[in-house]
Every structure is written in structure tokens, then in C-alpha cells.
């Protein structure tokens, strides 16, 4: 058996997750080794939605703009009911005033990873494929795992494992940590199409006949879409010879959708479950590898890339400073709690969409298109939906690494997005969180010594000058807000001085990342 020599990192799981964890370990000067079993990267659009807070962890390394780019923003959602457009909600500037990305942008998964794939190689840094983790155990104080590749064993150590590799995750198995949960009974279809119709037109479109269901989400290119419908259970029982011909009639009788190809075809079904760990020792598990559920909402990708970059700098700051390594304690509690509302609320929307009974039939079918468009007019309504799908209200204010609050801000919320320089100049505080690491933002006047501090500790201090719209973001005037490297607020405090972000930062081991 070959031995390799020692990375920090072994990343099981090359998908956005895996990708995204590699990213950023790389720009944090990680050594990793990134393997995916499979030979080839996918080449079919899976994951389509990516949310807006996706997109500003991506525009810390300066790749938002060309996934935006590359994708295409809804501007609106069209509810069918017997063949009739019943109601248009408008959601293009959704988030306007709350984001960089007020909009729904759809990326196919393919093309999201073909891209972080080049992102990865420009740093120097190749997925090995086909490479599959075989066994791993915990001995000394590291990693040493086995990976097969063409037929032959390789051992490796690292100082830790990462397993993104998916529903059917290998990692997940080798720890077993439990995976409750369940699957619906409802047999669902995806197909990737060239077609033309009014559901063509570049927005969502969802039919809510009955117990059917059929969603037409767009892609970018004149006449290319995705379908996703619900399969009759007559049809359900030849699943391993079911064709999109076999349900096309049946779904498309709801939307005058005029199919002229069918690039890909897939069936699945939908599964609801959360680890009920995502740490063993050194070994930590991610993305689908921890928890998975409905595709409502279009969170499962971003739920994963979230993982990704809580851990990695995490993980960057153990490895440089091992008194620190009990930052990792605090990657499951911020996570875990996340995924299993994210798993009850999807739970409970999807059952509602796909439930046959009459009560879901009118609720479906008579309230949604008539209450849906007038309570988006609300703008309170607006900004809560936002917040929920777009994942910017994801808080760690329970979490050990959270402490103090000033104005509304408390530790562990996101920092809020506001503008600091003058109308029309395009500057917005989240300018400063390109630098990856620790750093203290002061909106309106900061006082000497943590100024003083700040030059001595090497943690950047950034001070804004006021204006009336932060108020309205929930920052409170002359407070100290101490950021960690994924932009959420570790400490808040609305005295002036240095002290109680020494004592914060002293008690944890914490110091900056470069």
C-alpha cells in the first residue's frame, strides 16, 4: 500500500459543498487533498438556486459577480390553476435594501461546480478523481484514511477529515452517527427541456391543480427550462422504465407548455433527515453528508456551502494556533441547529403542496393565488419572506462564540449591509470582509485606546462614518461590533473601549487569521 504524505485537510466530496470548503481552506493557507469518486465532474443540472447569502460569502473572494453573470434572476413567480395564469408575484428586488443580491438568481449545479473547479485550479489545486475513501480512523492525534484509486490503496494522514460526499456519504457511514428521518411516498420526475409557451418567458411557474404538481424553473439560454412534477402512482410503479413521454401528458395539461426536447430526465424521491451529529473527533460531515430534506425554497446547495464556510475558517484558525482548536466545538451547535428547522419547515410546506386532502386541494388551489400576491405588497411581509428564503436571518446567537449586543445587532446575527460612503459612490461595508478574517467595525466615532488596541493586536479596526440609515439596519452609533471571518458578529458592545474585546478574544484563543 502506497503512502502518500500528510495534508491538513482530506475533503471527501467534490460537489458545491467539498468545493467551496477547498476554496476557502486554500485562501486561508490550508494544505488540502480533494477526492470524489466519480471520474467526471456532473454534467446535469441539479441544485438551480442561488441565494443571496451565497452570494456574499462568494463576494468575499471575489467570485459573486460571475456567478451572476453566468445565471439568470427571476423577476417573478406565476401561480396556475386549471390552465389559467391566476397570479403573478413580482420578487426581481425582493431584498432591495437588505443585500448586495436582493434577487433570486438560478445557476445550475454543473456550472456552479465547473466554475469552482477553475476557481480551484487558478490557486493550484486539482480534484483527484475517481478516488474513493475506502476506511479512515482516528490514531495519534490525526487522520490516517485509505483511499482506492484505479485499483490501487493509498494510505494518507491529515490532521482532519471533512466528508461532503453526499446522501450516500461513506464518511457518515464509517462514524454512524444516526441519520434519522424518513422519505415521502411521492414519486417526483426532473427534466431538463427546450421547449416554448407562456411558461417560457424567463420566470417561475408553478401549477397547483389537485394533487399534482409541476414547476417550471428557468434557465438561462431563449427556451431551456427545468421541470419538476409529481409521477402518479400508476405510473410510479415502473419507476425503473418511467420516460418523461409517460408523464408528459398528465403535467403539461396544466401549463400550455409546448416541449420541443428533452435534454435530461431523472426520477427521485424527496428525503427528510439530520444527523444527529456532525463531529466525531476530527472527522466533521457537511452539505447532503449531514443532513438532507425538501427542495422547497431552494436551500439544500446553500444549507451545504453555509456548512462549508462556518467550518473553514474555523478549522484555518486550529491549525495555525492549536490553543484555538476549540473554535471547532462550535461548528455542529451553529450548524445542526440550523438544519433541523430547515428540515421541520420544508417538511411542513412540501406536505402541504403535495397532500391530497381537500383542505390542502383549497387551500392550494383557492387562497394561495389570491393571498400570496397581496400579502407580498406588504413590505414587512416582503422583507420577512426574503430573509427566510435568502438565508441572511441564519443566527448563531445561541452559540458560545456569541456574546453582548448594541442597538439590535447581538452577537451571532450577520452583519448587517448598510452604505458608508455618500449616494451613487457604491460603498457598503461588506467591502472589508474581503480579508477573511477577524476585524472590528465601528459605525460613527471609535474611541483611542481601541484604536491603540487594534494597531497593537493586529485585528483591522474599520470605522464608518454615521449616517441615519444604519440606525434603521439595527447598528447603534459609536458601538463596537467585533466581525468573524464569515461575516457574522461574534461581540457587541456599546462601551467604547478595547477591554471587553480582549477579554472576548483572550477567553477563546482567538487571534487573527493572517
Not at 494544505?31 to 441539479?46: E, F, N, Q, V, Y
Not at 403573478?88 to 438560478?106: A, S, V
Not at 476530527?282 to 446553500?302: C, K, Y
Not at 483611542?448 to 493586529?458: K, L, N, Q, T
Amino acid at each position: 500500500m502506497a503512502d502518500s504524505a500528510q495534508t491538513d485537510v482530506l475533503i471527501v466530496g467534490a460537489g458545491p459543498t467539498g468545493l467551496v470548503l477547498a476554496l476557502w481552506l486554500t485562501k486561508l493557507g490550508v494544505r488540502i487533498k480533494i477526492i470524489d469518486k466519480t471520474a467526471l465532474p456532473g454534467t446535469t443540472s441539479r441544485a438551480l438556486a442561488v441565494q443571496a447569502r451565497t452570494l456574499e460569502f462568494y463576494e468575499n473572494i471575489g467570485l459573486a459577480q460571475t456567478v451572476v453573470d453566468r445565471g439568470h434572476q427571476v423577476q417573478g413567480v406565476n401561480l396556475w390553476v386549471k390552465r389559467a395564469r391566476a397570479a403573478r408575484i413580482p420578487i426581481g428586488n425582493l431584498g432591495e435594501g437588505l443585500t448586495p443580491f436582493p434577487f433570486p438568481l438560478i445557476f445550475p449545479q454543473d456550472q456552479h461546480e465547473q466554475l469552482l473547479i477553475e476557481q480551484l485550479r487558478a490557486l493550484g489545486v486539482e480534484v483527484e478523481r475517481p478516488a474513493e475513501l475506502t476506511a479512515f480512523e482516528e490514531r495519534d492525534g490525526e487522520i490516517r484514511a485509505i483511499i482506492t484509486k484505479e485499483g490501487s490503496a493509498e494510505l494518507t494522514t491529515h490532521t482532519y477529515l471533512a466528508g461532503c460526499d453526499g446522501a450516500r456519504s461513506k464518511v457518515r457511514e464509517i462514524l454512524n452517527p444516526g441519520f434519522p428521518g424518513g422519505t415521502y411516498d411521492h414519486l417526483f420526475y426532473v427534466a431538463d427541456i427546450e421547449g416554448a409557451g407562456t411558461p417560457m418567458d424567463g420566470e417561475l411557474h408553478v401549477a397547483l391543480d389537485d394533487a399534482d404538481f409541476l414547476a417550471v424553473f428557468p434557465l438561462r439560454g431563449q427556451g431551456r427550462a427545468r421541470l419538476i412534477g409529481s409521477v402518479d402512482d400508476a405510473a410510479a410503479q415502473d419507476r425503473d422504465h418511467l420516460k418523461f413521454e409517460d408523464v408528459r401528458d398528465r403535467a403539461l395539461h396544466n401549463l400550455a407548455l409546448d416541449v420541443r426536447r428533452v435534454n435530461w430526465f431523472s426520477t427521485y424521491r424527496v428525503h427528510h433527515r439530520v444527523a444527529l451529529s456532525f463531529r466525531k473527533g476530527r472527522a466533521f460531515l457537511l452539505g447532503d453528508a449531514a443532513h438532507i430534506h425538501s427542495p422547497v425554497g431552494g436551500q439544500g446547495m446553500n444549507t451545504g456551502i453555509g456548512d462549508a464556510v462556518n467550518l473553514a475558517w474555523k478549522m484555518a484558525a486550529s491549525l495555525q494556533e492549536p490553543a484555538s482548536s476549540a473554535l471547532l466545538d462550535s461548528y455542529e451547535p451553529e450548524r445542526i441547529a440550523f438544519a433541523r428547522q430547515l428540515v421541520a419547515t420544508t417538511d411542513r410546506v412540501f406536505t402541504g403542496v403535495i397532500s391530497a386532502s381537500a383542505v390542502a386541494r383549497f387551500v392550494r388551489i383557492t387562497v394561495i393565488p389570491v393571498l400570496a400576491p397581496l400579502l407580498l405588497r406588504i413590505p414587512r411581509v416582503r422583507r420577512f419572506a426574503f430573509h427566510t428564503v435568502s438565508q441572511i436571518a441564519i443566527n448563531y446567537r445561541g452559540s458560545t462564540l456569541s456574546a453582548g449586543g448594541a442597538g439590535r445587532i447581538h452577537g451571532g446575527d450577520r452583519l448587517p449591509w448598510v452604505r458608508v460612503g455618500s449616494e451613487g459612490t457604491g460603498d457598503y461595508n461588506f467591502a472589508a470582509l474581503k480579508s477573511l478574517d477577524w476585524q472590528i467595525h465601528v459605525y460613527g466615532e471609535a474611541a483611542s485606546d481601541v484604536r491603540a488596541w487594534s494597531d497593537r493586536e493586529r485585528i483591522p479596526l474599520h470605522v464608518f462614518a454615521w449616517q441615519a440609515a444604519m440606525r434603521a439596519s439595527g447598528l447603534r452609533r459609536d458601538a463596537v461590533y467585533l466581525v468573524r471571518p464569515d461575516g457574522y458578529v461574534a461581540f457587541a458592545s456599546t462601551d467604547r473601549d478595547a477591554a471587553a474585546v480582549e477579554r472576548y478574544l483572550r477567553q477563546r484563543n482567538i487571534r487573527a487569521l493572517h
